[in-house]
């Protein structure tokens, strides 16, 4: 029996939503607390208010992998440069949680922390991304930022710092529901593929799709009007994906050509196999088997066999061999 | 008109025979000889003809058609007796065979005789293989980490590896183990591990002349007086010793292997037989008292049989990339798919292929894979790792402890530090191959956080497709292609005696076909640098097909 295809992405959100890790979640909100207060307590009045930004903060994650981001922002006056910023707060992250994490690395933008496992095998993984206003006083007006690029990558190849605006970032996404629906779709797709791809540029380029194109219909209707759109589009000369928190940013500078024909292949390979054979869907949109309904894993929704209840004695058709 | 008379007459036709005469018919074959004169040619050359009467038909694999000229054999491709070592290409029509003969005499002029060009490849010395006590006598050796000086002698420790049957004798095979210079400093022939632990079962000498031991460079020398400016003193001394030592095996053969460059890089040995107790040399005392060791110059030298089997020219004729080679590898399950894809990597030259399979071996197992009768019942890592061995004397391979798979990573990946254990063990390899078809494990392994590439390989009942998944989009992706998307008809198997579960139909053919075309296909993947996308092949019976993902 075939798929029926929005039925079943419907299921894939329902077992990709945050409420089913709803105590993780609640692990990593207690120890983002803990250091952000140790932040607050160390820098004083040298730092803003820090604050979350990243998928939970615009919705759009996934409980199969994530970690939550914190925005310190600091003042102009509390280092002499961006440089010196970045590598105090790594310096204190290190002195403070060495003895309880894993790892702690120094990422592009950010410093990741990555805690030992608890009792029950949760891994907390945070990014702390550190910007400095851009002149004194100014930042709780323009909310603009500086941030030091310790790793040159992509567009920050060149450059030793990038102005960002990350809360014009999270309103970019606001009451944007349709959007968030088929960015964590394609998060999923991505997580499930080898993680190719930047959420970012999946979030930038589905907004743009919806900006560009009709994309309406049921979630599978809109899902590949979207996948059609990057197909068509991104490998494209001069196809830009501005990043809203900074107008000189183009996300898709972040690609190599290569890169680009690949993410074009890849959407034109799954469009074609989905659409010869609807089951094919499952291959690239799994749902969590983890949060699934038994009621739905039975029929076209999950692994339903096909033909059928297996007899005793016969192997399932899930047997393989080799 | 005759045999004779029409090649003398096409013979003559031909633009660039001057002269053609003196033909006469044998028995089974034709003499003659001719004159060839061109342009670029500064004076005519002679060449004897012999044509054979199957001609123009090969005679075994050999050209039916000679051309000699004794005054010519130090010019490239020239054999002892004169003749002219020509290729050329097939044809049933007298006259155009002929004509396609004598055009490559004279491209052979041309090239060899008036432009005296080298061939970018060595060619190596012709040595005719003889039988010496009633059998022939094989030696092979490889490569070593150390160089040789000119003039450096010492011994040569042997494994004998099988006797068999060569050109209807017997023949006695070994391979190089050691050669150990007079300081006692061991060099170590850079066989697999395996190999290099087989028991010592003769011994040798050896002395490196850098030279090769052959007249023109390419027609190796038969008498000892034609070594004798090549043997330093010191090492006739030291034979004198090793006679002496070794004496209570008169009559048994020693061999002597003599070194030489064959280009900057490369060396080769030609092994000499020795007589214990008829040692081609002779020990004199000089009116001073000295003794001197002198060789019987006027013997012959009878020489053995040698093969150059380093990895290069093991391999030389057919391999994966060298990158892909190098590869550290593990494949987990054994069964028709695992051996397979085990012995095809094998044979396209990988070095490190590490197993793990908690299965024996049945002999319903044999007609499927690559296990063989005669063994009986054993383990299939055991055994395989046997039958990788005997292919491939580079080949190292690990059994890994055979629980752990299938049942240690089940009991303990929830455990704190289980995961990470698991994907550090992984993380040793460069590639994994899970062939076990064991869906937990699929389950757990897709879970992890991998450096290393994991290839997942299975395939549906009577081989109609194979799938092929990549890290991290395995689990997923195989059980819903088995579950949904693939026509896998489970209610067709087949039951083996005893009880155990049913299992597949698929013949070597169905399942190797698959095999093969996978893994052509990842290696290209590889290769190229591309994405390493999921795939399945289809096989309809009549065509192969790739379905990417």
């Given at each position: 029996m075939a798929t029926n295809k929005k039925e079943h992405l419907q299921n894939v959100l329902e077992t990709h939503r945050m409420k089913h890790v709803q105590n993780l979640v609640d692990k990593f909100k207690t120890k983002r607390n803990e250091v952000k207060e140790a932040l607050e307590a160390h820098y004083g009045s040298n730092i803003y208010y820090s604050f979350d930004s990243g998928s939970f903060k615009k919705r759009t994650a996934i409980n199969t992998k994530f970690d939550l981001d914190v925005v310190v922002p600091f003042k102009k006056d509390s280092f002499e440069t961006l440089e010196k910023m970045y590598d105090s707060l790594y310096d204190f992250l290190y002195e403070e949680y060495q003895d309880v994490t894993e790892e702690i690395r120094k990422q592009t933008v950010s410093i990741g922390l990555i805690f030992e496992e608890d009792e029950d095998g949760d891994k907390i993984c945070l990014d702390i991304v550190p910007g400095r206003e851009l002149n004194q006083d100014q930042y709780s007006e323009d909310n603009k930022l500086n941030l030091f690029v310790y790793r040159k990558y992509g567009i920050f190849s060149s450059s030793t710092h990038i102005q960002t605006n990350i809360q014009a970032q999270i309103d970019h996404i606001k009451a944007k529901e349709n959007e968030r629906k088929i960015i964590r779709l394609l998060k999923i797709w991505n997580n499930n593929d080898g993680k190719e791809y930047k959420s970012f540029l999946l979030e930038l380029i589905t907004i743009k799709a919806f900006e560009k194109e009709d994309i309406s219909g049921n979630l599978w209707e809109k899902l590949e009007k979207v996948m059609e759109y990057i197909k068509d589009k991104v490998a494209e000369d001069g196809f830009k994906l501005i990043d809203p928190g900074n107008s000189n940013n183009d996300l898709m500078d972040t690609l190599e050509d290569w890169e680009k024909t690949n993410l074009s292949n890849r959407m034109e390979t799954m469009l074609e196999r989905i659409n010869s054979n609807s089951d094919n869907i499952k291959s690239y949109f799994p749902t969590n088997k983890d949060f699934e309904d038994d009621d739905k894993s039975s029929n076209s929704s999950g692994y339903g066999i096909k033909t059928g209840g297996a007899a005793y004695s016969t192997p399932p058709k899930n047997e393989r061999f080799g | 008109m005759g045999f004779l008379d029409d090649v003398t007459k096409l013979i003559s036709n031909i633009p660039f025979v001057e002269k053609a005469y003196d033909f006469v018919e044998e028995k089974l074959q034709i003499r003659g000889k001719v004159i060839i004169s061109f342009k670029e040619l500064e004076k005519p050359l002679e060449f004897e003809i012999v044509v054979f009467k199957c001609y123009p038909l090969k005679y075994n694999d050999a050209d039916s058609i000679k051309f000699k000229n004794?005054?010519?054999?130090?010019?490239?491709?020239?054999?002892?007796?004169?003749?002219i070592c020509i290729h050329t290409t097939h044809h049933t029509n007298l006259k155009s065979k002929l004509n396609y003969d004598f055009h490559s005499l004279r491209n052979w002029i041309v090239k060899y005789?008036?432009?005296k060009e080298q061939d970018d490849h060595y060619e190596h010395i012709i040595v005719d293989d003889k039988l010496i006590n009633n059998r022939y006598w094989s030696y092979q050796f490889t490569d070593l980490k150390h160089p040789f000086e000119k003039g450096e002698f010492g011994e040569v420790s042997i494994t004998s590896i099988q006797l068999g049957t060569f050109k209807s004798n017997l023949i006695s095979n070994h391979i190089i183990q050691n050669f150990i210079r007079e300081n006692g400093e061991q060099l170590e022939c850079e066989w697999s591990q395996l190999y290099k632990n087989m028991d010592i079962t003769n011994s040798g000498a050896y002395v490196y002349i850098e030279t090769p031991p052959a007249t023109y460079g390419k027609f190796i020398f038969t008498k000892w007086l034609d070594l004798q400016d090549h043997l330093p003193e010191r090492f006739l001394n030291f034979l004198l010793e090793f006679q002496k030592r070794h004496i209570k095996h008169r009559g048994k053969l020693l061999p002597l292997f003599i070194g030489y460059k064959i280009d900057d890089v490369n060396l080769h040995w030609q092994v000499a037989m020795l007589e214990i107790g008829d040692f081609p040399i002779i020990g004199y005392q000089l009116p001073n008292k000295k003794w001197i060791t002198i060789p019987k110059n006027e013997l012959d030298i009878n020489w053995g049989i040698t093969r150059n089997t380093s990895y290069k020219y093991f391999f030389g004729r057919g391999s994966f990339s060298q990158s892909f080679a190098e590869k550290k590898i593990l494949i987990i399950g054994v069964g028709a798919l695992g051996s397979m894809v085990a012995k095809t990597l094998t044979r396209c030259g990988c070095r490190f292929i590490d197993i793990a399979d908690n299965d024996i071996k049945e002999p319903e197992n044999v007609c499927r894979s690559e296990y063989i009768f005669n063994t009986g019942l054993m383990d299939k890592t055991e055994e395989l790792k046997f039958i990788l061995s005997t292919i491939s004397p580079f080949i190292e391979t690990n059994i890994v402890d055979k629980d752990y798979f299938q049942g240690i990573i089940k009991l303990f990946h929830k455990e704190k530090g289980g995961k990470s254990s698991f994907e550090a063990n992984l993380n040793k390899y460069d590639l994994v191959v899970d062939c076990t078809t064991d869906n937990d494990l699929m389950y757990i392994l897709d879970s992890l956080d991998l450096k290393c590439d994991l290839i997942n390989l299975s395939i549906t009942n009577f081989a109609k497709e194979l799938v092929c998944a990549f890290h991290p989009n395995t689990y997923n992706f195989v059980m819903n292609q088995f579950m949904n998307v693939l026509e896998n008809d489970t209610s067709d198997l087949y039951n083996p005696t005893g009880c155990w579960s049913p299992t597949f139909k698929a013949s070597y053919n169905d399942i190797s076909l698959l095999v093969q075309m996978a893994i052509k296909h990842i290696h290209n993947l590889y290769e190229t640098g591309s994405r390493k996308t999921n795939f399945i092949i289809e096989n309809d019976s009549s065509n192969l097909k790739i379905v990417e993902y």
């Amino acid at each position: 029996m075939a798929t029926n295809k929005k039925e079943h992405l419907q299921n894939v959100l329902e077992t990709h939503r945050m409420k089913h890790v709803q105590n993780l979640v609640d692990k990593f909100k207690t120890k983002r607390n803990e250091v952000k207060e140790a932040l607050e307590a160390h820098y004083g009045s040298n730092i803003y208010y820090s604050f979350d930004s990243g998928s939970f903060k615009k919705r759009t994650a996934i409980n199969t992998k994530f970690d939550l981001d914190v925005v310190v922002p600091f003042k102009k006056d509390s280092f002499e440069t961006l440089e010196k910023m970045y590598d105090s707060l790594y310096d204190f992250l290190y002195e403070e949680y060495q003895d309880v994490t894993e790892e702690i690395r120094k990422q592009t933008v950010s410093i990741g922390l990555i805690f030992e496992e608890d009792e029950d095998g949760d891994k907390i993984c945070l990014d702390i991304v550190p910007g400095r206003e851009l002149n004194q006083d100014q930042y709780s007006e323009d909310n603009k930022l500086n941030l030091f690029v310790y790793r040159k990558y992509g567009i920050f190849s060149s450059s030793t710092h990038i102005q960002t605006n990350i809360q014009a970032q999270i309103d970019h996404i606001k009451a944007k529901e349709n959007e968030r629906k088929i960015i964590r779709l394609l998060k999923i797709w991505n997580n499930n593929d080898g993680k190719e791809y930047k959420s970012f540029l999946l979030e930038l380029i589905t907004i743009k799709a919806f900006e560009k194109e009709d994309i309406s219909g049921n979630l599978w209707e809109k899902l590949e009007k979207v996948m059609e759109y990057i197909k068509d589009k991104v490998a494209e000369d001069g196809f830009k994906l501005i990043d809203p928190g900074n107008s000189n940013n183009d996300l898709m500078d972040t690609l190599e050509d290569w890169e680009k024909t690949n993410l074009s292949n890849r959407m034109e390979t799954m469009l074609e196999r989905i659409n010869s054979n609807s089951d094919n869907i499952k291959s690239y949109f799994p749902t969590n088997k983890d949060f699934e309904d038994d009621d739905k894993s039975s029929n076209s929704s999950g692994y339903g066999i096909k033909t059928g209840g297996a007899a005793y004695s016969t192997p399932p058709k899930n047997e393989r061999f080799g | 008109m005759g045999f004779l008379d029409d090649v003398t007459k096409l013979i003559s036709n031909i633009p660039f025979v001057e002269k053609a005469y003196d033909f006469v018919e044998e028995k089974l074959q034709i003499r003659g000889k001719v004159i060839i004169s061109f342009k670029e040619l500064e004076k005519p050359l002679e060449f004897e003809i012999v044509v054979f009467k199957c001609y123009p038909l090969k005679y075994n694999d050999a050209d039916s058609i000679k051309f000699k000229n004794s005054n010519l054999i130090e010019y490239r491709h020239v054999m002892e007796d004169g003749a002219i070592c020509i290729h050329t290409t097939h044809h049933t029509n007298l006259k155009s065979k002929l004509n396609y003969d004598f055009h490559s005499l004279r491209n052979w002029i041309v090239k060899y005789y008036i432009n005296k060009e080298q061939d970018d490849h060595y060619e190596h010395i012709i040595v005719d293989d003889k039988l010496i006590n009633n059998r022939y006598w094989s030696y092979q050796f490889t490569d070593l980490k150390h160089p040789f000086e000119k003039g450096e002698f010492g011994e040569v420790s042997i494994t004998s590896i099988q006797l068999g049957t060569f050109k209807s004798n017997l023949i006695s095979n070994h391979i190089i183990q050691n050669f150990i210079r007079e300081n006692g400093e061991q060099l170590e022939c850079e066989w697999s591990q395996l190999y290099k632990n087989m028991d010592i079962t003769n011994s040798g000498a050896y002395v490196y002349i850098e030279t090769p031991p052959a007249t023109y460079g390419k027609f190796i020398f038969t008498k000892w007086l034609d070594l004798q400016d090549h043997l330093p003193e010191r090492f006739l001394n030291f034979l004198l010793e090793f006679q002496k030592r070794h004496i209570k095996h008169r009559g048994k053969l020693l061999p002597l292997f003599i070194g030489y460059k064959i280009d900057d890089v490369n060396l080769h040995w030609q092994v000499a037989m020795l007589e214990i107790g008829d040692f081609p040399i002779i020990g004199y005392q000089l009116p001073n008292k000295k003794w001197i060791t002198i060789p019987k110059n006027e013997l012959d030298i009878n020489w053995g049989i040698t093969r150059n089997t380093s990895y290069k020219y093991f391999f030389g004729r057919g391999s994966f990339s060298q990158s892909f080679a190098e590869k550290k590898i593990l494949i987990i399950g054994v069964g028709a798919l695992g051996s397979m894809v085990a012995k095809t990597l094998t044979r396209c030259g990988c070095r490190f292929i590490d197993i793990a399979d908690n299965d024996i071996k049945e002999p319903e197992n044999v007609c499927r894979s690559e296990y063989i009768f005669n063994t009986g019942l054993m383990d299939k890592t055991e055994e395989l790792k046997f039958i990788l061995s005997t292919i491939s004397p580079f080949i190292e391979t690990n059994i890994v402890d055979k629980d752990y798979f299938q049942g240690i990573i089940k009991l303990f990946h929830k455990e704190k530090g289980g995961k990470s254990s698991f994907e550090a063990n992984l993380n040793k390899y460069d590639l994994v191959v899970d062939c076990t078809t064991d869906n937990d494990l699929m389950y757990i392994l897709d879970s992890l956080d991998l450096k290393c590439d994991l290839i997942n390989l299975s395939i549906t009942n009577f081989a109609k497709e194979l799938v092929c998944a990549f890290h991290p989009n395995t689990y997923n992706f195989v059980m819903n292609q088995f579950m949904n998307v693939l026509e896998n008809d489970t209610s067709d198997l087949y039951n083996p005696t005893g009880c155990w579960s049913p299992t597949f139909k698929a013949s070597y053919n169905d399942i190797s076909l698959l095999v093969q075309m996978a893994i052509k296909h990842i290696h290209n993947l590889y290769e190229t640098g591309s994405r390493k996308t999921n795939f399945i092949i289809e096989n309809d019976s009549s065509n192969l097909k790739i379905v990417e993902y």
